[in-house]
């Protein structure tokens, strides 16, 4: 199961900080990603981590604005987001990898069949 947090109403050029919560899983063993749905847009990939936290990943949109970490011993993955634009606006979903210790190329962490539990999603709207 996976709780995603921290989402809320920011104004553009503010930083925002997710966060989602893992149990019921071997968290340390799976690779894991964050992806957003804007109204009427089908989920889009945003970032990922591989199990160990060694590698990262970003959709090309986000490389130096977002930056994906995750804390083994807490069981949590966090999304820090900076600079954000309207655009940016979406309900943003945590999901864990469906393979253990599992490393992908790129293309296959931006998939959302890699993954096989999702977390409920939080709101994140940014105005202008």
């Known amino acids: 199961q996976l709780q995603a947090s921290g989402g809320g109403l920011v104004q553009a050029g503010a930083s925002l900080r997710l966060s989602c919560a893992a149990s019921?899983?071997?968290?340390?063993?799976?690779?894991m990603g964050w992806f957003r749905q804007a109204p009427g847009k089908e989920r889009r990939f945003v970032a990922a981590?591989?199990?160990?936290?060694?590698?990262?990943y970003y959709a090309d949109s986000e490389k130096g604005r977002y930056t994906i970490s995750r804390d083994n011993a807490a069981n949590t993955v966090d999304l820090l987001m900076r600079s954000l634009k309207p655009d940016d606006t979406a309900v943003y979903y945590c999901?864990?990898?469906?393979?253990?210790?599992?490393?992908?190329?790129?293309?296959?962490?931006?998939?959302?069949?890699?993954?096989?539990?999702w977390g409920q999603g939080t709101q994140v709207t940014v105005s202008s």
């Open positions: 999901a864990s990898c469906s393979r253990p210790l599992a490393y992908y190329g790129s293309e296959t962490y931006s998939s959302t069949a890699t993954y096989d539990v």
């Open positions: 019921g899983r071997d968290f340390p063993r799976y690779c």
């Open positions: 981590i591989s199990w160990s936290g060694k590698y990262t």
